[in-house]
């Protein structure tokens, strides 16, 4: 019978990474390795890991000028883009259900406001508090859609 243990999975990105560990059934006493190497977006100079899920999920970011947030899922990049009339999107933090939040500015006014993002769903923008002018979100748990967000 095989014994859950921790796979580590090493995620190179340019200069950066991430060491993660993800669950899976190994033999007793088996611990294995994978690099995985997210390369910049097409133009782009670098990337970095910002945030991992325990699905194995990866959160980052690509940079040339501005930056580009990006999820990758088995082995494929999916952009975070910008809500309507807002730009520099920043991703901080990808709950196990799958939903990244962060903060993007107002083409506007450049003020700073957070979002929610699925894949399915979208990007949304998290309301303000009474009286705030800005807000941001920092993290979120780990439900399919957040009952908590930290900001």
Do not use: K
Request: net charge negative; proline share 8%; aromatic share 6%.
């Amino acid at each position: 019978m095989a014994i859950r243990n921790s796979i580590r999975r090493l995620i190179v990105c340019g200069s950066f990474a991430a060491l993660a560990g993800i669950a899976a059934a190994q033999p007793t006493g088996v611990i294995g390795y994978d690099l995985i190497e997210i390369p910049p977006l097409e133009g782009d100079l670098s990337s970095s890991v910002g945030a991992l899920d325990n699905f194995g999920r990866v959160l980052g970011r690509s940079s040339n000028a501005p930056s580009t947030p990006f999820v990758w899922i088995n082995g494929r990049q999916e952009i975070i883009p910008p809500p309507p009339g807002y730009r520099l999107v920043l991703a901080n933090d990808i709950g196990s259900g799958g939903v990244i939040v962060g903060r993007a500015a107002e083409l506007e006014n450049s003020r700073i406001h957070a979002f929610a993002w699925t894949a399915d769903g979208g990007i949304h923008r998290l309301d303000l508090i009474p009286g705030a002018t800005s807000n941001d979100a920092l993290a979120v748990d780990d439900q399919p859609w957040p009952d908590c967000v930290i900001g």
